[in-house]
């Protein structure tokens, strides 16, 4: 008799991994396409590569060396576009040099043997571990309940901060700490997806849900279902057939972006 995958508490870890990934992509990613700051979160994608250098040469987490760089290259590129005036996408790239630059030097430095770096660029959801999930499952209940308070100024800010100036006094603090979370969220999700293809996993889902739904909440709601339904599925497919997870977790969510696609075109053309 054929045993259950289910057996094996990696496979239990990594689903729960997918579960919360998909919460906290799902709700970072609908602000992140709403507000058009793709390519902000690309560049702090890979400026957090220079804390994972640092981690190793300090002989502590790389995560947590990926966070403190994750977070002052977020808050450095709202700091320079908004108090020197420098064109946003200039900070961005300046940043995503500084940081890639960084962390290979610190590797370079690091004695003894070169660390394997594989996991922190392609993901591995298969090795996860219990803290990981931790992170995930904080930095969900965190997401949740921070959007929750204050939708209304965020969903302002997302489509006109102008307007949202006038709704309220604070919108720079919140911009600073959305950007912050976003960039802990872009952190803890490194592991599952890695830092090549994580921003596929906060930008891809939103844009299935938008395919069908043009409000806040449910794109917001559709994106945790539909980053949860090609996270697990890529998950298993990658299990059964031996290739790597992240990649193939992308790819399951492109080809759901795309039949979701040819689904609203049927819809369509049945009106």
Known sequence: MEQSIFQYGFIIKG????????ITAGIAGTYIV????????????????????????AGVNPVLGAA????????????????????????????????????????????????????????????????????????????????TLFYRTILYISFDEVYARTYSPHVDVFKYITTSLIA??????????????????????PNIAMIFTRSYVRIAVWSVAAGFAGTATGYAIS?????????????TLVLLWAIAKAVKR??????
């Open 15 to 22: 689903l729960l991994g997918a579960l919360f990934a998909s």
């Open 34 to 57: 709403s507000k058009r700051m793709v390519f902000l979160s690309g560049g702090i994608t890979h400026a957090s590569f220079g804390g994972i250098g640092a981690g190793y040469f």
């Open 68 to 147: 403190v760089f994750g977070i002052l290259s977020a808050l450095g590129v709202e700091y320079l576009s908004t108090r020197h005036k420098i064109r946003e996408d200039s900070a961005i790239g300046i940043l995503w040099a500084f940081g890639m630059a960084v962390g290979i030097i610190f590797i370079y430095m690091t004695p003894g043997y070169s660390p394997n770096l594989i996991s922190y660029l392609f993901g591995s959801i298969l090795t996860v571990t219990g803290a990981d999930i931790t992170a995930l499952g904080v930095m969900s209940a965190v997401l949740i309940l921070y959007f």
């Open 184 to 205: 802990l969220t872009i952190v803890f999700n490194i592991r599952m997806a890695g830092i090549v293809l994580v921003l596929s996993l906060l930008t891809i889902p």
């Open 239 to 251: 299990y059964y057939a031996g290739i790597p997870a992240g990649a193939t977790i992308i790819f």
């Open 266 to 271: 049927v819809m369509l053309s049945m009106k």
